[in-house]
């Protein structure tokens, strides 16, 4: 795996950041083997990366509240020729940055894309895009999971037949309470919500069971403002962001608006919805768009909860699947799962605008990005 320049670094003013491990998440169709570790210090320069975890398509990760433990899904095919989904856990050395499988678990659904660590970490969330359905998997004291303790197969279908013939969960989150869990199901243009008890890592459905969105536009992924009053949906198909009101005691949404990520630029069937982050002092907020390979950057109203676009800023490859702020907000990093690379980008505090710091990773069909603190 080598490591490319791409322009020169901008000035960073100096803080008290540490450094931090940061795991990618891939597609091992090509040239990845699995999950891989780099380290990034306090201006956003990546080490090398070394592979930690060989394993099949480790397409998403996420890790616990307490850094010691990281979870995957795996998209695989079985004996039978059925692609099939698991959850892998590992134990994070927090030292070195390697991983040490614990144990795997099978969700029961067809070929996972998220998966999500309850705030409690006692629980761990999947959802599967090709069966349309979700799973939640206690966590035992070691950090290992437990045999599904709920799967919920969601149902029907919406306008777009290819798409959407059927059901295709796509993520799973927490709310900032721990209380419900909302799942994004892109073949039902619907956000399904459920009560969440990471006790028994049990999932009900809840009351109001889900919102619906304008029919076509296919949600993919979700985020919390950091205040809890608002959710951020980015619409797959529709190239769009939907921001909602969010009620927390009931968990009810409430559209407020649909901003489109295009800017202007004439829709195309080959562009479509990926990721969507909010910026952790909530002041802006970050989506991507494949095919026209670009982060688009949003300026947050706290108290309405409105976004006002203000750029969209080349992803520095092809097809960012996925990017993630890191800890502390100062860098995002974008997944570019079609040109092989990830891209390291200075985010001002002041204005939310992104400058390449000139640091990237070569690495194979990288799909996912998530973050540790170096102690």
Not at 166 to 193: E, Q, S, Y
Not at 327 to 346: H, I, K, T, W, Y
Request: hydrophobic content about 40%.
């Amino acid at each position: 795996m080598a490591l490319h320049g791409l322009a020169a670094a901008p000035a960073i003013r100096a803080a008290a950041v540490r450094d931090q491990w940061v795991y990618l998440g891939t597609y091992t169709t090509g040239k990845s083997q699995g999950i891989y570790v780099s380290r990034m210090d306090a201006a956003g320069k990546l080490a090398e990366p070394q592979l930690v975890a060989r394993t099949t398509n480790p397409s998403f990760l996420a890790v616990d509240s307490t850094h010691r433990f990281l979870y995957a899904v795996s998209e695989v095919t079985g004996s039978t020729g059925k692609k099939e989904g698991d959850v892998a856990a590992y134990a994070i050395n927090i030292k070195t940055g390697q991983l040490t499988e614990l144990n795997r678990q099978p969700s029961g659904g067809e070929t996972l894309c998220h998966v999500e660590v309850d705030r409690t970490g006692k629980t761990v969330l999947a959802a599967s895009y090709g069966g349309g359905s979700v799973t939640a998997f206690p966590v035992n004291a070691d950090g290992s999971l437990g045999q599904a303790t709920s799967f919920i197969q969601h149902h029907g279908s919406s306008v777009n037949p290819r798409n959407q013939a059927g059901p295709h969960a796509h993520c799973i989150v927490t709310d900032p309470a721990n209380r419900f869990a909302l799942a994004c199901d892109l073949g039902l243009d619907k956000v399904l919500v459920y009560k969440l008890d990471a006790n028994t890592a049990t999932l009900t459905t809840n009351t109001p069971a889900f919102t619906s969105l304008t029919p076509g536009v296919g949600p993919r992924h979700l985020a919390f403002h950091p205040n809890g009053k608002f959710v951020y949906v980015v619409n797959e198909m529709g190239c769009s962001v939907t921001a909602f009101a969010y009620g927390a005691k009931r968990s009810a949404l409430s559209e407020i608006q649909t901003i489109s990520t295009l800017a202007g630029q004439a829709a195309d069937p080959a562009f479509s919805g990926a990721e969507v982050v909010v910026h952790p002092a909530g002041r802006f907020l970050y989506s991507s768009t494949r095919g026209l390979d670009v982060i688009n950057i949003f300026s947050v109203n706290p108290k309405t909860g409105k976004l006002a676009h203000l750029e969209n800023v080349p992803s520095g490859g092809k097809t960012p699947r996925n990017f993630n702020l890191d800890s502390s907000g100062r860098f995002l990093l974008a997944a570019n799962q079609n040109s092989d690379n990830v891209v390291v980008f200075q985010m001002d505090p002041a204005t939310g605008r992104l400058t390449p710091t000139g640091s990237s990773l070569a690495i194979g069909n990288p799909s996912c990005v998530v973050f540790v603190p170096v102690p």
